[in-house]
């Protein structure tokens, strides 16, 4: 168990429905992540967020967005779904986002767009 | 191109023995760290072990060691006395200081344990 909990566990949504992800970091980590990893895509970072403030952006669409909020639990939101969303969705968490920081990743959130 | 390649989509050990799982990675940023992750089929990615760029000795943590090449920018993970529970998904990753913020991941390597 790596302290980082996400929820839920797995989503099954329809094309153009919106749907939102929860994370809560390790106790005392700052530093938020968000991944996606799809069979053709392969784990891809999405977005990052360090004490509520947006920090880093990887390949997320416009139609994703994500937030942290001052208990440091993050949520991504995902709008307009279209098939190609259904993945298996990552969060992690670290210290304070240094390069030589573990990340730790929770248990994933798989989401179904049918 | 890619910054992190693995070479061996899949591959079979026996029980008790030892396997290598390759990692070759792209970079001109001389400080980076560098990641094992081991998914299992029930999906959650596992922190195995890490390997600094200016770290003088190769990692380990219990079966799990890392074979660090640094000139030849290689990075292979050596698991040890192999175990059922070892079958899984195996992915090397990186951070490069100069966006650490981005943790990029290879293809992964299936590794299946043979009894």
């Known amino acids: 168990d790596s302290g980082v909990t996400q929820t839920p566990k797995h989503l099954i949504t329809a094309t153009g429905q919106r749907v939102t992800l929860r994370c809560s970091p390790r106790?005392?980590?700052?530093?938020v992540y968000w991944y996606q990893q799809s069979l053709d895509q392969g784990l891809q970072f999405l977005i990052q967020?360090?004490?509520?403030?947006?920090?880093a952006k990887g390949n997320i669409l416009e139609r994703f967005s994500a937030q942290q909020f001052p208990d440091l639990h993050s949520e991504l939101n995902l709008s307009s779904l279209e098939l190609g969303d259904s993945a298996l969705y990552f969060c992690a968490s670290s210290t304070a986002g240094g390069p030589q920081e573990t990340q730790y990743f929770g248990p994933g959130t798989r989401l179904l767009v049918l | 191109a890619q910054k992190i390649t693995q070479t061996q989509p899949g591959m079979f050990v026996q029980e008790k023995e030892a396997v290598t799982l390759d990692c070759t990675y792209d970079t001109s940023d001389p400080s980076y760290g560098l990641f094992w992750y081991k998914q299992p089929s029930s999906g959650e990615m596992i922190f195995l072990i890490y390997?600094?760029?200016?770290?003088?000795q190769n990692a380990t943590e219990g079966r799990y060691s890392l074979n660090f090449q640094k000139a030849r920018k290689s990075a292979n993970l050596v698991i040890s006395a192999s175990q059922l529970g070892d079958s899984a998904m195996y992915f090397c990753?990186?951070?490069?200081?100069?966006?650490?913020?981005?943790?990029?991941f290879g293809p992964g390597t299936s590794l299946s344990v043979i009894p």
């Open positions: 990753a990186m951070r490069e200081k100069t966006s650490y913020d981005k943790v990029i």
């Open positions: 390997q600094g760029s200016y770290d003088q």
């Open positions: 967020y360090y004490n509520g403030e947006e920090r």
């Open positions: 106790s005392g980590d700052l530093s």
